[in-house]
Structure formats: C-alpha cells, structure tokens
C-alpha cells in the first residue's frame, strides 16, 4: 500500500523515516494533515515486533479468562496499574458505565524512586498475577516497544507543529505513558446503547493503538458527525490525538471523539498506549509558538489527574 492512501477515510503514514536518518519532514508533512484533518491516522513500520504484540495479546487474554476474584488480586490500585473491571469507566456525558475491562501498566517505578518518594501521584511498581506469570515479560516488551515508537513518533509531530525534531523529549524523561490490554466482551445485537467504550476523546498527548481483527473502533468525521468505522489493517497501529496535545497546541491539532461498540459476536482485545510526557511536564501553548493562547498553562499531572477524577469510579470510592 503506497504512502498517504486513504483507508477508510483515514491516512496510511509509512513511519520508517522516523529511525535514525531518516527524512522526518516527508512523515512531518503526513502527520500534520492527518492531525489537522481527522486526527486519527494509521502507521506501518512501527517498529514493533509482531512476536511482542502476540506475546502480550496471548498473555493479556489468559489473564482475562480467569475467574473475576482472581483478577480481582490485582485490582487497580490508586497508581492506576492492575485490573479494573467492567463497569468501573464512565466516559463524560455517557448514560452508562463502558462495557471494557483492561488491565493498565506504566513505568515502573520502585517504591523508593525519588518521585514515588517525593508523593508524586501515578507513579510506583507495577502490579503483576502470580497466575500468570508470562504477562510481566509479555507486557514489559511491549511497553518498551511501544514506547519507543512513540518517541519515534514525536519527533515527526514535533517538526509539524514547526518546532525542532527534539522538543518533546525533554518532557519526556518519565513519560506517564500507560499501557492498557482491553478486553471487550461481544454484545448483543439487541443492546442499542451499550459501548465498549462510549464517545471520548482521549485524555493524553498521543495514543497508539493495536486492535485485533474484530472491528468495532469508530472515529467521529469532524465535518459530517458520522461515525466511520477504522477497521484494523495487518501490520499498523492506529494512532491519534489526544486533548493533551490539543491543548499544548493550542487546538492547531485537535482531538477527535471514537467509540468501540464490538457486534463481531466473539471477544474483542486490543492494547491502548496513551504516550504521555513526565508527570510535571509544562504544557503550556505559548512554548508551542502560540501567541494568543486559549488556554492556560497546566501540567501533564494536573490534566490526567482531573480526567481520571472524573472518568473512574476507583477514584471516587478510594
Ligand atoms: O479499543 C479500542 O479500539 C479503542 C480504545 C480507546 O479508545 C481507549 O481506550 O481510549
Ligand atoms: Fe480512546
């Protein structure tokens, strides 16, 4: 499939030229019109191993079939890594609960690493089933993995929005990037107002996201409001723009609403990563070149922190 071929509705960007020597203004140019237009795109040449995405798909789904007390041994913790449970996310604005289990990790970080001393929030150890005990190795290949290819990815961004190939990486010592292996039992073809995930728009900077063959995920079409479906394509990931990145841009990228409704009649799994930078990041639109900003600068921390306040019912009864 040539560069820049639409699929769907959405680009196709080969991010090959993001390694090392690469021409990053010809993937600049792609992720600029893909961010400016539907804020969603795919990318080939990710750069990560099929074998690690299989590894910790496989891994993820034994860790889903168990029995629910025993997945409740990891329950999410306040640093949001373990196994939240169906029922436990509400998207804003959404009449129900997401009908999604996920299991989340992040880096991590031991108890006396000086943030986690220091009382930052989100921050600390991972949280692992001893039932199955491949899911640690699976999943810690993919974060790294993952994250690597977000790195990659934002020196492309960085050059389209203008700034220097290396901006974000500054901010990005300790990214508060969270990995989420998400389980989405199938629906019934009578239930009309249930989600997966209901319409949200992503909290973060960047989320890059592997999704298996079932369908389901839908984009928001900014200029019409229909719902179009972003099917998978073998070897891409999909990639979009968070409110993060909308607000440190601010809005020159924006992001864009999607829901995943799974009528495939079978279980459904994919793996969000929400590549986010360190937790007391300024994000601020001025250092982004704006002059007359529409916001006020926050911090990466402050921003999730007040998403997940009102996303997820651990942090309400905690
Ligand atoms: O599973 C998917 O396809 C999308 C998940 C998603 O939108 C999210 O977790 O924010
Ligand atoms: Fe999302």
């Known amino acids: 499939m040539p560069d820049g071929l639409l699929q769907h509705g959405l680009p196709v960007i080969d991010i090959a030229d993001c390694a090392e020597g690469g021409d990053l203004h010809k993937v600049a140019a792609a992720i600029r019109a893909a961010c400016t237009g539907p804020g969603f795109f795919y990318v080939r040449n990710h750069g990560v191993p099929a074998e690690v995405i299989a590894g910790a798909v496989e891994a993820s789904r034994r860790f889903f079939h168990l029995p629910p007390e025993v997945k409740a041994e990891t329950r999410a913790n ?41 009382g930052e929030k989100l921050r600390g150890p991972n949280q692992w089933p001893a039932a199955v005990p491949e899911l640690r190795p699976a999943m810690e290949a993919y974060f790294a993995a993952v994250g690597a290819c977000g790195a990659r ?19 990005y010592t300790l990214p508060l990037q969270r990995t989420q292996a998400i389980f989405y039992p199938p629906q019934a073809p009578d239930d009309l107002d249930g989600f997966g995930v209901a319409p949200h728009t992503d909290f973060g900077c960047i989320t890059l996201l592997w999704q ?8 928001k079409e900014r200029q019409s409001g229909a719902w179009i479906p972003a099917p998978p394509l073998p070897g891409t990931l999909v990639v979009n723009v968070g409110d993060l990145l909308g607000r440190w841009s601010n809005d020159r990228f924006a992001s864009t609403p999607h829901r995943v409704v799974n009528r495939s009649g079978h279980e ?19 250092a982004l070149g ?11 921390g402050a921003h999730i922190l007040g998403r997940f306040a009102q996303a997820f019912a651990y942090r309400k009864t905690a």
């Open 78 to 118: 306040l640093v949001h890594r373990g196994w939240h449970r169906a029922g436990g996310a509400v998207m804003e604005g959404a009449t129900k609960p997401d009908l999604k289990e996920f299991f989340s990790i992040g880096l991590d970080l031991p108890e006396d690493h000086p943030v986690v001393l220091a």
């Open 153 to 171: 990815l934002l020196r492309a961004v960085a050059i389209s929005l203008d700034l220097p190939a290396d901006f974000f990486a500054p901010s």
């Open 212 to 219: 298996d063959d079932s369908g389901g995920l839908e984009v």
């Open 268 to 286: 459904r799994m994919s793996i969000a990563t929400f590549y986010d930078p360190n937790f007391d990041a300024a994000i601020d639109p001025r």
């Open 290 to 300: 704006a002059t007359q900003p529409v916001y006020e600068p926050t911090t990466c």
